[in-house]
T-cell receptor, first 118, second 114 residues
Framework: AQKITQTQPGMFVQEKEAVTLDCTYD???????LFWYKQPSSGEMIFLIYQGSYDEQNATEGRYSLNFQKARKSANLVISASQLGDSAMYFCAMRYQTNAGNNRKLIWGLGTSLAVNP | GAVVSQHPSRVICKSGTSVKIECRSLDFQATTMFWYRQFPKKSLMLMAT?????????EQGVEKDKFLINHASLTLSTLTVTSAHPEDSSFYIC??????????FGQGTRLTVV
């Protein structure tokens, strides 16, 4: 069965410092995708970064990078130079192929609440 | 990234009435859309998968007669909460799947049933 685990319910970081949010996953599929989303208090889900299981390079998007360690089944999000606006919930998700047709669902972690301190 | 618009963002309705929530993909065609429900400080709970031109696939425990989903076109899916009750109050959010497999979300709808 597919599973996503985020073990940090809450994290604090000082402004301008880097922070790592943990995410481990479990799947027997060879092909899957890993996503990170940010959810501010407004509720919208903002796509941050994506890593495909066959991608050899770690994904990067601006201040976001994904530390993908396939053998350890981890996909940690690294935010560099934290800003006050980074304070939000962060969710890790994995896309997998369902048995029914071509639907590809996302399975979600429980999220990590990040607070950036000035 | 792709743009998904969800409307309304907030709605308050009386118990027993129905509420329709729209999810539109603005700059791409989405053959598949997903509807989620999120309780406060919790993760997203998948309610159903909406496929254009066919019936939605509901997750276990989700009442299909309560939460009607229609995916009439490649850019529009609607969720209707029928005969709403206070326990249906929640945050509902849709996502649309792009051809490349990316998942982009609407802004979400905060439903309050009084």
């Amino acid at each position: 069965a597919q599973k996503i685990t985020q073990t940090q319910p809450g994290m604090f970081v000082q402004e301008k410092e880097a922070v790592t949010l943990d995410c481990t996953y479990d799947t027997s599929d060879q092909s899957y995708g890993l996503f990170w989303y940010k959810q501010p208090s407004s509720g919208e889900m903002i796509f941050l970064i994506y890593q495909g299981s066959y991608d050899e390079q770690n994904a990067t998007e601006g201040r976001y990078s994904l530390n993908f360690q396939k053998a350890r089944k981890s996909a940690n999000l690294v935010i560099s130079a934290s800003q006050l606006g980074d304070s939000a919930m962060y969710f890790c998700a994995m896309r997998y192929q369902t048995n029914a047709g071509n639907n590809r669902k996302l399975i979600w972690g429980l999220g990590t609440s990040l607070a950036v301190n000035p | 990234g792709a743009v998904v618009s969800q409307h309304p963002s907030r709605v308050i309705c009386k118990s027993g009435t129905s509420v329709k929530i729209e999810c539109r993909s603005l700059d791409f065609q989405a053959t598949t859309m997903f509807w989620y429900r999120q309780f406060p400080k919790k993760s997203l709970m998948l309610m159903a998968t909406s496929n254009e031109g066919s019936k939605a696939t509901y997750e276990q425990g989700v009442e299909k007669d309560k939460f009607l989903i229609n995916h009439a076109s490649l850019t529009l899916s609607t969720l209707t909460v029928t005969s709403a009750h206070p326990e249906d109050s929640s945050f509902y959010i849709c996502s649309a799947q792009t051809g490349g497999g990316g998942a982009f979300f609407g802004q979400g709808t905060r439903l309050t049933v009084v």
